[in-house]
């Protein structure tokens, strides 16, 4: 994870953004640059540069409501929160988590 290429991870954003777009067309998905901490819990000591994929303006709330109700999903979600923006690290995805993903929001708009 930590030693994953720039390129690399924009290839699994797109992909994840890919699999959004495809299941859920009318929500605004994209992939954006994005620094991820390391260092881990409350006290990251390093930034690396990275990517994401962002959900904005989905009518559904603001992003910490969404992310709220991610958590609460049957298998939870954790996302990133900005003022607008719902925001998923690829850095740190495993394999299966894309599905877990879209699961995740497909119960959210439906709970929404």
């Known amino acids: 994870m930590l030693t994953a290429s720039l390129k690399d991870l924009k290839k699994k954003a797109q992909r994840l953004r890919r699999k959004i777009k495809r299941a859920f067309p ?41 992310q709220a109700l991610l958590r609460e999903a049957p298998e939870p979600i954790v996302a990133g929160a900005g003022e607008d923006t719902l925001l998923f690290h690829v850095r740190t995805l ?18 929404k």
Do not use: H, Q
Request: no cysteine; glycine share 16%.
């Open 26 to 66: 009318d929500l605004d998905v994209s992939v954006v640059e994005v620094n991820d901490a390391v260092g881990g819990g409350a006290f990251p000591v390093t930034e690396l540069k990275g990517y994401g994929v962002a959900l904005r303006n989905t009518n559904r709330g603001s992003a910490g409501t969404l």
């Open 94 to 111: 495993l394999d299966g988590d894309m599905e877990r993903i879209l699961s995740g929001l497909a119960w959210m708009l439906e709970v």
